[in-house]
């Protein structure tokens, strides 16, 4: 898991035009790395995920799971891991966003709480 997403980051803008014989074609890369979800459902701490961003010009987004706006989750642990992320991920270029989708059983107010954290 850690070297795929060490692969992303290795080719993250333009470097060098390449001719394959018949073809030119540039190495683009990647400016931005959508739906990351940091545990509890995925396999990364969210300091991990910053850390491995770290040096390199990629935009981190989204950082909250989904899992998190329904049962067994309540607001107290939300409002902690939304306020975790915005210590980490500050350290660099981020998108704060659900990280997948809010479950159809997810609680939508925890939306707005965070907006409202957010201003």
């Keep these: 898991m850690l070297d795929a997403f060490l692969g992303l980051l290795e080719g993250q803008r333009p470097r060098e035009l390449v001719?394959?014989?018949?073809?030119?074609?540039?190495?683009?890369?990647?400016?931005?790395?959508?739906?990351?979800?940091?545990?509890?459902?995925?396999?990364l701490q969210i300091d991990q995920i910053r850390d491995l961003a770290a040096g390199h010009a990629v935009i981190l987004w989204g950082g909250?799971?989904?899992?998190?706006?329904?049962?067994p989750f309540?607001?107290?642990?939300?409002?902690?891991?939304?306020?975790?992320?915005?210590?980490?991920?500050?350290?660099?270029?981020?998108?704060?966003?659900?990280a997948d989708q809010v479950p159809p059983d997810g609680d939508i107010d925890f939306c707005r709480r965070i907006a409202e954290m957010l201003r």
């Design 19 to 43: 001719w394959t014989g018949d073809v030119t074609y540039w190495i683009a890369g990647f400016d931005a790395i959508e739906a990351i979800t940091p545990k509890p459902a995925g396999d």
């Design 64 to 71: 909250v799971p989904g899992v998190l706006f329904a049962p």
């Design 74 to 98: 309540d607001w107290p642990q939300v409002e902690a891991h939304v306020r975790r992320l915005i210590e980490s991920w500050s350290r660099g270029r981020f998108i704060m966003g659900v």
